[in-house]
């Protein structure tokens, strides 16, 4: 067989290609071989062999090219799987794989949507290449343009020209963003988990481009990465968040516990000490420090009985707020009412971070006050719970008390009923009862009888009762007065005593009598029935907010028991009505001056004295009083005149 030898330039070419393809050279490259080979003349007869060596260059570099994407596209799915196996961060996953995407398919950008089924639309979870906010914040319909096409194929779709594309329906918006984008080409993947598309994965450029099978291939294996990171982080979310409830749910329970523990505790404390007989303060202080607050306890007129504070804790400016008077009083009044509504505790208001809270405490069915907690911090449920069963302790404190109470009232009440219908000398037994209760019959006594309309007398007693200036003083409401019974060496110091605490506690709808000392019990009974009579001049002139003498009743009890307050009004109009208008106009004392004057016997340089003016200021308002009302030269016309001011100066006791 005859062979020829190669020409020298078919070797030459077949070097350079073996070169070029050696060291990977690009296809255009290996072209730009073919053109010059095309350029020899056609007369050469190896021409044609040249042409194809190129030709075959040409297809093996395809070949190398084509291995070298589907490498590349196989070293991103195994760097994916690494990312997948090696951490559960689910935003910094999906990151890298939709970078890895954009890169290895040469793409101007690229982008993940994750599908929300409640509102069934497709939201942009994280992208690559993005220029527009619009693009990062794309929501896509379901069932149109191309995710419409998807979720109907669950296959991959592509197009080299996607606002010219008529395929599927286009969405306004979308084409809108996308046209502002710059977007022309766009490949898109469904991320599929157990036959449920969870997202999609795209890649876009902003030319004509049409995508391979491989491109398509390994966009889609990214994309089932994706799901299986999307699904994978959600199950360590739903762990992670099952295990963190699991450790809530015990860190509760180790609370619980310790609340349980702590309330049994301080239970177990107030039980010993109502066991022990331990008085009210103490209990109070028992609960204040159990439960790190402050402690009030009122009675059932909202008077403060008992208080306690934990350490660095007061409730001194908590009095002053909840008090009658108090900008507190009526929240606290209100909170009262739904306490004993409910049979539970209620917050009566927060302020300045304190919160109050109230519970009535109850003594079978009479409510005998009610508690307050001051605290800084929230309470539990058991912490309320602790502060409720406190007060019910505290409530048999109260009842206790209130028994003892009633039975000693009781004692004095039968004491009272007993001295005034005595018709005899008292005897042992009762001399003795009287003793017990600080009274000495055998020495002089007096009475002291007071009426009023708010509060209760029987309130009234207890209320004064309980002060120790009251000690040894046989006190208790009487047919619907307050009656006290007392040694007449005390009974002007009571009488102080009672006006004192009377005018801050139960107001100025209050009057009263004292009576002169009597030796002997059996003057008792004709000396109460005199005093109600003499309250009811009292009222029949319109005295408020005094005590008054019996020996000063004695003339307005004989004059005007048998008179209503209408004449009794005429009668003061009739005689000084003048003179008090004066007064009222001209902010004078003349009707005070005149008073002093007579009761200085008309001697005007006393009555200046007894006034702390000088005589002559006398004479004058004398002189402008006897213009006002005329002369009272006349005896009859100036007992008239001075009858007439000591009963106006009963019903002002400011003019005294």
């Known amino acids: 067989m005859n ?61 190398l090219d084509l291995l070298q994407q589907r490498e590349q596209g196989m070293l991103a799915v195994i760097e994916s799987a690494q990312d997948l196996s090696s951490r559960l961060d689910l935003p910094g996953l999906l990151r890298a794989i939709v970078s890895r995407a954009r890169n290895l398919l040469g793409s101007d950008l690229a982008w993940l949507s994750t599908y929300d089924p409640e509102q069934q639309e497709f939201h942009v979870l994280v992208n690559d290449g993005a220029l527009l906010q619009n693009t990062t914040n794309m929501v896509a319909q379901k069932n149109a343009g191309v995710v419409g096409v998807i979720m109907a ?39 599929i988990w157990n036959e449920e598309i969870v997202g999609l994965l795209f890649v876009a ?57 702590a309330a049994t505790e301080a239970h177990d404390q107030m039980t ?54 108090g900008p507190r009083s009526a929240e606290v009044a209100q909170a009262l009412r739904q306490s004993r509504q409910l049979g539970r505790s209620v917050m009566a208001y927060q302020a300045d971070g304190e919160t109050c809270r109230v519970v009535a405490v109850f003594g079978g069915d009479d409510v005998l006050g009610s508690v307050l907690l001051f ?4 309470l539990d449920d058991i912490s309320i719970r602790t502060f409720e069963r406190s007060a019910s302790i505290i409530g048999i404190v109260l009842l206790s008390q209130e028994r003892s109470e009633a039975g000693k009232r009781r004692d004095v009440s039968m004491l009272l009923r ?25 020495q002089p006594v007096s009475l002291i009888v007071i009426e009023m309309d708010e509060p209760k007398p029987s309130y009234a007693a207890r209320r004064l009762g309980l002060r120790p200036e009251f000690s040894n003083v046989v006190l208790d409401d009487l047919d619907g007065v307050l009656v006290l019974l007392c040694g007449s060496t005390r009974a002007k110091d009571l009488v102080r005593a009672v006006t004192a605490s009377a005018l801050p506690e139960f107001g100025p709808a209050y009057r009263g009598v004292l009576s002169r000392p009597i030796s002997s019990p059996t003057e008792i009974p004709a000396l109460y029935a005199t005093l109600r009579r003499a309250l009811s001049v009292l009222a029949r002139i319109g005295v408020r907010g005094h005590i008054t003498d019996q020996n000063e009743m004695a003339l307005y009890s004989t004059l005007f028991e048998t008179h209503d307050q209408a004449s009794l009004n005429n009668f003061l109009e009739a005689t000084i009505g003048a003179l008090l208008s004066q007064d009222l106009k001209r902010g004078s004392e003349l009707a005070r001056t005149l008073l002093v004057y007579f009761d200085s016997n008309q001697n005007a340089k006393l009555a200046a004295q007894r006034l702390g003016i000088h005589v002559n200021t006398v004479r004058q308002r ?11 030269s006349h005896a009859t016309r100036a007992l008239e005149i001075h009858m007439a001011l000591r009963l106006w100066s009963l019903r002002t006791p400011g003019s005294r």
């Open 418 to 442: 007993s001295l005034v219908s005595l018709r005899h000398e008292p005897s042992a037994e009762l001399a003795g009862q009287a003793e017990r209760l600080g009274l000495d019959l055998s």
């Open 375 to 378: 605290h800084r911090h929230a």
């Open 272 to 325: 010993s000490l109502l066991a022990k007989g331990a008085p009210l303060s103490t209990l109070c202080q028992s609960v204040a420090q159990s439960l790190d607050g402050g402690v009030i306890v009122l009675d059932e007129a909202a008077q403060v009985i008992g208080r306690g504070n934990a350490a660095g804790y007061s409730v001194s400016d908590a009095e002053a707020q909840v008090s009658l008077s």
């Open 622 to 632: 004398l002189a402008t009083v006897e213009e006002l009302i005329g002369s009272w």
């Open 3 to 63: 062979t020829a030898a190669p020409h020298p330039g078919i070797e030459e070419m077949a070097w350079d290609l073996v070169s070029l393809l050696h060291r990977g050279a690009a296809l255009d490259e290996i072209a730009g071989r073919l053109a010059q080979v095309e350029k020899l003349p056609d007369s050469l007869p190896w021409k044609s062999t040249l042409a194809e060596l190129v030709r075959m260059a040409l297809t093996v570099q395809n070949r």
């Open 205 to 261: 450029d902003r030319y004509h481009r049409s995508h391979t099978a491989l491109n398509t291939s390994i966009l889609s294996a990214l994309a089932a990465h994706a799901a299986v990171a999307i699904k994978n982080a959600k199950a360590f979310e739903q762990a992670r968040s099952a295990l963190e409830e699991a450790d809530a749910a015990r860190l509760q329970l180790e609370r619980h516990i310790l609340g349980v523990k």
């Open 153 to 191: 194929t669950r296959m991959p779709f592509a197009t080299p020209d996607y606002l010219h594309d008529n395929r599927f329906q286009h969405h306004p918006e979308l084409d809108n963003t996308f046209r502002g984008e710059g977007i022309v080409a766009l490949v898109g993947v469904p991320l």
